[in-house]
């Protein structure tokens, strides 16, 4: 959640323009609009929670990651999955 409000109000502080020359529509639209991105986070997190808790019952033996920051992922994949996910490629 942090890091999704924090990119959205970056964003729309800074103007950024996103695809297609998308900006991030006012701030005020995260009470107002049901699709909001942050809204959709926020309504959508315990369910992926969950998910994850059924999938850690079926499947004991996958490895589930947690991966909490942009460096956390870098990290990851400059690590033992970089020569799996060119192979793949």
């Known amino acids: 959640m942090r890091q999704v409000a924090a990119r ?4 729309r502080l800074r103007r950024q323009r ?3 020359g998308n900006v991030e529509p006012p701030l005020w ?3 107002t609009d049901p699709e909001h991105i942050v809204r959709r986070a926020w309504n ?3 369910k992926s ?3 994850v808790a059924a999938l850690r019952q079926q499947r004991p033996e996958s490895a589930i990651v947690r991966l909490r920051s942009w ?4 990290q990851w994949m400059g690590g ?3 020569h799996t996910v ?3 490629s």
Do not use: D, G, K, S
Request: charged share 25%; net charge positive; no cysteine.
């Open 29 to 31: 639209t995260i009470f």
């Open 80 to 82: 033992p999955l970089r």
């Open 71 to 74: 460096r956390e992922v870098q």
């Open 18 to 20: 996103l695809w297609n």
């Open 44 to 46: 959508t997190h315990a």
């Open 86 to 88: 060119a192979a793949e």
């Open 8 to 11: 959205t109000v970056r964003r």
């Open 49 to 51: 929670a969950q998910r």
